[in-house]
Structure formats: C-alpha cells, structure tokens
C-alpha cells in the first residue's frame, strides 16, 4: 500500500486494518491478499470515483450517477 500511497503513516495503515478483517483466500496467494486486493481497489478506484462524481453533482445541473 505504500508503494501506492507513499503519504500513509503507520496510524492510517492501523485503521486501513481495522476496517478490512482477513477475506477469503484463494491457492498461491498470501494470507491477505484479498484483503489488501479490497483496500486497494478501493482506495484506488472506487473512492476517487465516488469523489468525482459528488464534485460533478456539485457543479452540473444535469446531476449525474455513480454506479458501484
């Protein structure tokens, strides 16, 4: 996750764990791999996307929609 998100402390990486308990696991892959798989792809992802798309509702008269 850092190499991702260079600015995350140890504190931000706590609270990351906390609120991503062990997924499923899946053959040749580590223990938390699907775990770290959610965090990321939601950090990644979903929540500049769920940003976006407020600052567009925000600014559109149209409004928009956000699918997840």
Do not use: H
Request: glycine share 6%; hydrophobic share 35%.
């Amino acid at each position: 996750m850092r190499d991702q998100f260079p600015a995350l402390n140890d504190t931000a990486l706590a609270v990351i764990d906390s609120l991503y308990p062990p997924a499923e696991t899946f053959p040749k892959t580590g223990a938390l791999y699907r775990t770290a798989s959610n965090a990321y792809g939601e950090m990644r992802y979903n929540c500049p996307g769920i940003y976006l798309s407020t600052r567009f509702d925000e600014e559109c008269v149209a409004g928009n929609w956000n699918f997840q």
